[in-house]
Protein backbone atom coordinates (compact mmCIF):
# COMPACT_ATOMS: atom_id res chain seq x y z
CA UNK A 1 0.00 0.00 0.00
CA UNK A 2 1.15 3.36 -0.94
CA UNK A 3 2.52 5.24 1.59
CA UNK A 4 3.43 9.31 2.38
CA UNK A 5 7.28 9.48 3.03
CA UNK A 6 8.64 11.80 5.48
CA UNK A 7 12.19 12.61 6.54
CA UNK A 8 14.02 12.91 9.16
CA UNK A 9 11.80 11.15 11.91
CA UNK A 10 13.16 12.95 14.43
CA UNK A 11 14.94 16.10 14.71
CA UNK A 12 16.74 18.43 18.02
CA UNK A 13 18.31 21.45 16.69
CA UNK A 14 18.85 24.38 18.65
CA UNK A 15 17.23 27.38 18.97
CA UNK A 16 18.43 30.35 15.87
CA UNK A 17 20.18 27.07 13.46
CA UNK A 18 18.08 26.48 10.39
CA UNK A 19 16.23 23.22 10.25
CA UNK A 20 14.32 21.65 7.22
CA UNK A 21 11.63 18.80 6.64
CA UNK A 22 11.07 16.61 3.31
CA UNK A 23 8.16 15.08 2.27
CA UNK A 24 7.11 12.39 -0.87
CA UNK A 25 3.70 12.54 -1.15
CA UNK A 26 1.73 8.86 -2.46
CA UNK A 27 2.09 8.72 -6.32
CA UNK A 28 -0.46 10.35 -8.25
CA UNK A 29 -1.69 12.92 -5.44
CA UNK A 30 -1.59 16.29 -6.50
CA UNK A 31 -2.49 17.94 -3.13
CA UNK A 32 0.07 17.91 -0.50
CA UNK A 33 -0.51 19.14 2.77
CA UNK A 34 2.55 20.62 5.66
CA UNK A 35 0.59 20.61 9.34
CA UNK A 36 1.57 21.48 12.70
CA UNK A 37 0.65 19.01 16.12
CA UNK A 38 1.80 20.74 18.90
CA UNK A 39 2.00 18.13 21.83
CA UNK A 40 -1.97 17.49 23.14
CA UNK A 41 -2.98 19.05 20.25
CA UNK A 42 -4.85 18.32 16.93
CA UNK A 43 -2.74 18.97 13.67
CA UNK A 44 -3.21 22.86 12.46
CA UNK A 45 -2.68 23.45 8.29
CA UNK A 46 0.65 25.28 7.70
CA UNK A 47 0.83 25.20 3.84
CA UNK A 48 -1.35 23.52 1.29
CA UNK A 49 0.13 22.96 -2.57
CA UNK A 50 -1.82 22.24 -5.50
CA UNK A 51 0.57 20.46 -7.69
CA UNK A 52 3.73 23.18 -7.48
CA UNK A 53 1.41 26.22 -6.60
CA UNK A 54 1.00 27.11 -3.22
CA UNK A 55 -3.02 27.65 -2.69
CA UNK A 56 -2.89 28.27 1.11
CA UNK A 57 -0.36 29.29 3.83
CA UNK A 58 -2.36 31.79 5.37
CA UNK A 59 -1.34 30.06 8.47
CA UNK A 60 2.56 29.70 7.65
CA UNK A 61 4.60 31.93 9.84
CA UNK A 62 6.31 33.60 6.63
CA UNK A 63 9.14 35.54 8.48
CA UNK A 64 10.86 31.88 9.80
CA UNK A 65 9.08 29.63 7.31
CA UNK A 66 9.37 28.49 4.32
CA UNK A 67 7.87 25.64 1.70
CA UNK A 68 8.72 24.78 -1.32
CA UNK A 69 7.55 21.86 -3.99
CA UNK A 70 9.90 22.43 -7.04
CA UNK A 71 8.46 20.08 -9.30
CA UNK A 72 5.46 18.99 -8.05
CA UNK A 73 6.24 16.17 -6.45
CA UNK A 74 8.03 15.79 -3.15
CA UNK A 75 8.29 19.51 -0.70
CA UNK A 76 10.44 21.04 1.67
CA UNK A 77 9.26 22.35 5.04
CA UNK A 78 12.20 24.71 5.88
CA UNK A 79 12.48 27.15 9.31
CA UNK A 80 15.48 29.51 9.96
CA UNK A 81 16.00 30.75 12.66
CA UNK A 82 14.38 27.69 14.51
CA UNK A 83 12.82 28.92 18.32
CA UNK A 84 11.95 27.06 21.36
CA UNK A 85 8.30 27.37 20.09
CA UNK A 86 8.26 25.23 16.89
CA UNK A 87 9.43 22.48 19.33
CA UNK A 88 6.64 19.99 17.50
CA UNK A 89 5.44 17.13 15.27
CA UNK A 90 5.75 18.53 11.57
CA UNK A 91 3.05 16.17 9.52
CA UNK A 92 2.81 15.62 5.82
CA UNK A 93 -0.49 14.60 4.19
CA UNK A 94 -1.62 14.37 0.37
CA UNK A 95 -4.76 13.42 -1.43
CA UNK A 96 -6.25 13.41 -5.01
CA UNK A 97 -7.02 16.83 -6.70
CA UNK A 98 -10.02 15.28 -8.50
CA UNK A 99 -12.23 12.15 -8.69
CA UNK A 100 -13.78 10.33 -6.17
CA UNK A 101 -11.13 9.58 -3.62
CA UNK A 102 -10.41 13.55 -3.32
CA UNK A 103 -11.59 13.47 -0.03
CA UNK A 104 -8.97 11.06 1.15
CA UNK A 105 -6.11 12.41 2.96
CA UNK A 106 -3.62 10.55 3.56
CA UNK A 107 -0.95 11.41 6.68
CA UNK A 108 3.06 10.74 7.03
CA UNK A 109 4.81 9.50 10.22
CA UNK A 110 5.73 12.62 10.73
CA UNK A 111 9.11 14.30 12.10
CA UNK A 112 9.43 15.29 15.52
CA UNK A 113 11.54 18.43 16.32
CA UNK A 114 12.57 19.21 19.51
CA UNK A 115 14.25 22.65 19.63
CA UNK A 116 16.91 23.57 22.46
CA UNK B 1 -15.96 30.40 12.38
CA UNK B 2 -14.36 27.00 12.45
CA UNK B 3 -14.18 24.63 15.57
CA UNK B 4 -13.92 21.05 16.80
CA UNK B 5 -14.35 20.35 20.63
CA UNK B 6 -13.81 16.67 21.85
CA UNK B 7 -13.76 15.09 25.57
CA UNK B 8 -9.98 14.19 26.24
CA UNK B 9 -10.32 10.92 27.94
CA UNK B 10 -12.20 7.96 27.44
CA UNK B 11 -11.75 4.52 29.63
CA UNK B 12 -13.12 1.41 29.00
CA UNK B 13 -13.04 -2.77 29.11
CA UNK B 14 -12.20 -4.85 26.13
CA UNK B 15 -14.75 -6.21 24.74
CA UNK B 16 -16.99 -3.30 25.77
CA UNK B 17 -18.58 -0.77 23.01
CA UNK B 18 -16.38 2.73 22.94
CA UNK B 19 -18.15 5.82 21.69
CA UNK B 20 -16.26 8.94 21.05
CA UNK B 21 -18.05 12.20 20.56
CA UNK B 22 -17.56 15.20 18.87
CA UNK B 23 -19.08 18.60 17.84
CA UNK B 24 -18.44 21.11 14.88
CA UNK B 25 -19.71 24.29 14.35
CA UNK B 26 -18.51 24.90 10.77
CA UNK B 27 -22.49 24.16 9.01
CA UNK B 28 -20.73 23.83 5.62
CA UNK B 29 -18.61 21.35 6.50
CA UNK B 30 -18.80 19.00 3.15
CA UNK B 31 -17.24 15.67 5.12
CA UNK B 32 -16.43 14.61 8.57
CA UNK B 33 -13.57 12.48 9.81
CA UNK B 34 -11.89 10.12 12.08
CA UNK B 35 -8.28 9.80 12.60
CA UNK B 36 -6.36 7.50 14.54
CA UNK B 37 -2.97 8.66 16.03
CA UNK B 38 -1.15 5.76 18.02
CA UNK B 39 2.27 7.19 20.25
CA UNK B 40 4.73 8.72 18.32
CA UNK B 41 2.94 8.24 14.70
CA UNK B 42 1.24 9.78 12.37
CA UNK B 43 -2.07 10.30 11.35
CA UNK B 44 -4.25 7.17 10.31
CA UNK B 45 -7.61 7.44 8.40
CA UNK B 46 -10.22 5.36 10.31
CA UNK B 47 -13.28 6.69 8.25
CA UNK B 48 -15.40 9.61 7.44
CA UNK B 49 -18.90 10.80 6.33
CA UNK B 50 -20.31 12.81 3.59
CA UNK B 51 -22.64 15.41 5.31
CA UNK B 52 -25.41 14.39 3.64
CA UNK B 53 -25.67 10.81 5.27
CA UNK B 54 -25.91 10.28 9.10
CA UNK B 55 -24.76 6.90 9.38
CA UNK B 56 -22.03 4.82 7.99
CA UNK B 57 -20.94 1.38 9.32
CA UNK B 58 -17.26 -0.52 8.67
CA UNK B 59 -16.94 -3.47 10.05
CA UNK B 60 -16.47 -2.54 14.03
CA UNK B 61 -16.28 1.39 13.26
CA UNK B 62 -19.70 3.22 13.14
CA UNK B 63 -20.55 6.91 12.63
CA UNK B 64 -23.25 8.71 13.45
CA UNK B 65 -23.63 12.33 12.17
CA UNK B 66 -26.27 14.78 13.54
CA UNK B 67 -26.00 17.32 11.20
CA UNK B 68 -28.80 20.09 13.37
CA UNK B 69 -26.64 19.34 16.34
CA UNK B 70 -23.57 19.76 14.31
CA UNK B 71 -22.71 16.23 16.28
CA UNK B 72 -20.41 13.46 15.29
CA UNK B 73 -19.54 9.66 16.77
CA UNK B 74 -17.76 7.09 16.46
CA UNK B 75 -18.62 3.62 17.81
CA UNK B 76 -16.20 0.97 18.23
CA UNK B 77 -17.73 -2.67 18.64
CA UNK B 78 -15.93 -5.09 20.55
CA UNK B 79 -13.42 -2.61 21.93
CA UNK B 80 -9.81 -4.38 22.08
CA UNK B 81 -6.01 -3.17 23.72
CA UNK B 82 -5.08 -2.71 20.12
CA UNK B 83 -7.69 0.13 19.46
CA UNK B 84 -5.97 2.30 22.59
CA UNK B 85 -4.65 5.50 20.55
CA UNK B 86 -5.83 9.19 20.07
CA UNK B 87 -8.83 9.24 17.97
CA UNK B 88 -9.07 12.66 16.16
CA UNK B 89 -12.41 13.98 14.85
CA UNK B 90 -11.77 16.42 11.59
CA UNK B 91 -14.05 18.58 9.44
CA UNK B 92 -13.35 19.78 5.90
CA UNK B 93 -15.09 23.36 5.36
CA UNK B 94 -16.83 23.80 2.18
CA UNK B 95 -13.72 26.22 0.53
CA UNK B 96 -9.71 24.47 0.02
CA UNK B 97 -8.66 21.26 1.24
CA UNK B 98 -7.93 22.09 4.31
CA UNK B 99 -8.91 19.63 7.61
CA UNK B 100 -10.02 21.40 11.24
CA UNK B 101 -8.77 19.18 13.98
CA UNK B 102 -10.79 18.64 17.27
CA UNK B 103 -7.94 18.01 20.58
CA UNK B 104 -8.19 14.47 20.91
CA UNK B 105 -9.75 12.01 22.38
CA UNK B 106 -7.33 9.15 24.00
CA UNK B 107 -8.77 5.91 24.49
CA UNK B 108 -7.87 3.81 26.84
CA UNK B 109 -8.56 0.27 27.09
CA UNK B 110 -7.82 -2.29 29.80
CA UNK B 111 -8.32 -5.66 29.81
Known amino acids: EAEVAQSPRYKITEKSQAVAFWCDPI?????LYWYRQILGQGPELLVQFQDESVVDDSQLPKDRFSAERLKGVDSTLKIQPAELGDSAMYLC??????????????FGPGTRLTVT | GEDVEQSLFLSVREGDSSVINCTYT??????LYWYKQEPGAGLQLLTY?????DMKQDQRLTVLLNKKDKHLSLRIADTQTGDSAIYFCAERPNQGGKLIFGQGTELSVKP
Open chain 2, 26 to 31: DSSSTY
Open chain 1, 27 to 31: SGHAT
Open chain 2, 49 to 53: IFSNM
Open chain 1, 93 to 106: ASSHTSGAKTYEQY
